[in-house]
């Protein structure tokens, strides 16, 4: 597999990976204002988010109907789907893309619900890979009591319920989390990932982000001609810390 | 009269089952005891319609039937409509939307029956959408690792048509020829009739180059429809008797 550099693509993506409550959104939130600011054409697309194959999802996971086979191709649908029709043409077109969760996602949560790595992989091998990805690397408990502080109502899914860890929600949730981390470690120097340390505060975080965003990407090359004017802040979900899952409305 | 009935019915013998690749995580294949039987074919090959027939012979043989096809699962089969309707998904989308649809019946229905020991017909399996794929230019290694949760079936009948025949099939029928089964999203031709008939060669094609893969029977499909089902009639039999 190839990143979009190395296939000759004008345009650039960036990825952000981490456990929920990692703080990974709101790093890439940030990179996206400054780059804005910067006259660079940037386009952001989150994980789980496309809206053809949103009413399907959120039917499964509402009724429970997903096993991992049908939660793993169900994700990778809506992958594709924001791939084809949004990323590619972008791409071509000379942007900076941002994905709040890339491939990466699917590669560690599929394989702790069950699913052979082999299968997960070679389904998302039409994707190139990101030209940088920043892994969000938070302890364990760090990110757990992020999101658990705020003693969120957490869903079957995104607690993990449905590998039957644990009857309660909270303990699954912990299990889940942790079985994930050690995927995304796993997979760390296989993919090059820059491992950001989120225990650190979000703006020496976002110091080291925008300093490898600009040492990496040749950013001139990437600003229009006449830059538009900086469009208002739209934080997606008006939360600091929130699970990937959550629907939208 | 009603001993000698009883003894008509035939217990199928099970067979040797197992997964085109690693399967559904937890699933035992020695445990599906019934027996699965796929019928692939065009839009007026007769697929319906043999279906049909099948399932009515079965159940006066006294065997439990279930049914499935594309585009029946509970998960995404209206939100699978909708998206086709305003012909917006791309190609990749699509097939994977497709596989969705399939692994959903396949867990929920296909898996469970088989358990139960029922016979299910499956109108269209993977091989349908596979070789849609294929014309649309889909890499094959990357289908067959998706299809690899599949389960082998029983018997696969692939109901061969020329693609004329299918032309004058779904005028009579419909009036009509359907956009999809036209291949219309392929830009073939902008006029309707050549591209069916281009399309229509072109899935025979991929269809045989599958057969070469998967090993299905292929069925002459343009000759009366009695005739076809009495061949599927003799060739289920003996899957039933375990021959």
Partial sequence: MKTFAQLKFPGRLIAVEGLDGSGKSTQIYLLRRWLEAEGVRVYFSEWNSSELVKSATSKGKKRELLTPTTFSLIHATDFADRYERHLLPLLRAGYVVLCDRYIYTAFARDVVRGCPPAWVRGMYNFAALPDLTFFFKADLEVSLNRILDGRPKLKFFEAGMDLRLSSDPYESFRIFQGRILEQYLAMSTEFNFVVMDANERIEAQQSIVRQMVSRRIDLDRFKRQSPLPLPPPVRPRGKLVELEDEPAE | ?243
Avoid at chain 2, 175 to 193: C, H, I, N, P, Q
Avoid at chain 2, 209 to 235: A, M
């Fill in chain 2, 1 to 243: 009269m009603k001993a000698n009935l009883q003894n008509h019915i035939v217990v199928p013998t099970p067979g040797r089952r197992k997964f085109y690749g690693h399967g559904i995580p937890g699933v035992k294949a020695e445990e599906l005891v019934g027996k699965l039987i796929a019928v692939e074919g065009a839009d007026g090959s007769g697929r319906s319609t043999q279906i049909a027939r099948l399932v009515e012979w079965l159940e006066t043989c006294g065997h439990a039937t279930v049914q499935v096809g594309l585009k029946r699962s509970t998960l995404v089969s209206e939100e699978l409509e909708r998206a086709q309707e305003g012909n917006i998904l791309s190609r990749t989308t699509l097939s994977l939307f497709y596989t969705t649809d399939f692994a959903d019946q396949l867990e929920n229905i296909i898996l469970p029956a088989l358990k139960a020991g029922a016979i299910v017909l499956a109108d269209r399996y993977i091989y349908t959408l596979m070789a849609r794929d294929m014309v649309r230019g889909m890499d094959e290694a990357w289908l067959k690792n998706i299809y690899g949760i599949a389960l082998v079936p029983d018997a696969v009948f692939y109901l061969e048509v020329d693609a004329e025949e299918l032309v004058q099939r779904n005028l009579a029928k419909n009036a009509t020829l359907d956009y999809w089964e036209s291949g219309m999203d392929l830009g073939l031709s902008r006029d309707v009739f050549d591209s069916f008939v281009q399309y229509q060669t072109a899935m025979q094609t991929a269809f045989r180059r599958l057969q070469k893969t998967y090993g299905f029977t292929i069925i002459n499909g343009n000759r009366s429809v009695d005739g076809i089902t009495s061949e599927l009639r003799k060739k289920i039999g003996a899957v039933l008797a375990g021959k």
